[in-house]
């Protein structure tokens, strides 16, 4: 039973408009998500996250929204560039940001291949 | 800044042999992870270790082992390798503690093939 749902595989967009990524999850425990981005051949380098208490943070051309009656997440990504072609992962935790909980790691999703084209 | 370091980058086995993956990192983390991703699939947690010592199960341990000796490295040992083991192995490691303590940073992966 998948936690954490990402319904679109590949996602395409153009060079300039806004891109939006989006993910659901079922588990009520969560309450830390991060969204990270994996280049072919790399690892996942952490992007943005969002605490429980929060329902949008900002930083840069990146913005994540959190809809917690919903138990849905998104990711815009405004105006998108050719750089940001990547596959994207969505990840939850359960342990709690100030607890120092989440030793069990994040719970991710299958990932949302973006396509920037020019 | 190095960050997580993992080795070998790229490795072939065959049916029944052993092998270790190597990981260390130098942020002084006190928290490390194994994890593997298989095509067309998210992240799926093998083992973790939430300090020197201290290691415990995740989603997928089976068939693999793991100890924490020192803070900076996270050895990932493969027993008696098999096809379903083939696979992208990702060593990681977060904080633990505080405001980004659940932010977990990545190493660049090795690729495992079991033939």
């Known amino acids: 039973d998948q936690q954490v749902k990402q319904n679109s595989p590949s996602l395409s967009v153009q060079e300039g408009r806004i891109s939006i990524l989006n993910c659901d999850y079922t588990n009520s425990m969560f309450d830390y998500f991060l969204w990270y981005k994996k280049y072919p051949a790399e690892g996942p380098t952490f992007l943005i996250s969002i605490s429980s208490i929060k329902d949008k943070n900002e930083d840069g051309r990146f913005t994540v929204f959190l809809n917690k009656s919903a138990k849905h997440l998104s990711l815009h990504i405004v105006p998108s560039q050719p750089g940001d072609s990547a596959v994207y992962f969505c990840?939850?935790?359960?342990?709690?940001?100030?607890?120092?909980?989440?030793?069990?790691?994040?719970?991710f999703g299958k990932g949302t291949h973006l396509i920037i084209q020019p | 800044n190095a960050g997580v370091t993992q080795t070998p980058k790229f490795r072939i086995l065959k049916i029944g042999q052993s092998m270790t993956l190597q990981c260390t990192q130098d942020m002084n983390h006190n928290y490390m992870y194994w994890y593997r991703q298989d095509p067309g699939m998210g992240l799926k947690l093998i083992y973790y270790?939430?300090?020197?010592?201290?290691?415990d199960k995740g989603e997928v341990p089976n068939g693999y082992n793991v100890s924490r000796s020192t803070t900076e490295d996270f050895p990932l040992r493969l027993e008696l390798a098999a096809p379903s083991q083939t696979s992208v192995y990702f060593c990681?490691?977060?904080?633990?503690?505080?405001?980004?303590?659940?932010?977990?940073?990545f190493g660049e992966g090795s690729w495992l093939t079991v033939v």
């Open positions: 990840a939850a935790s359960a342990g709690g940001m100030y607890s120092g909980g989440g030793a069990d790691g994040l719970t």
């Open positions: 270790s939430v300090g020197a010592g201290i290691t």
């Open positions: 990681a490691s977060s904080y633990g503690t505080g405001v980004s303590g659940n932010t977990i940073y």
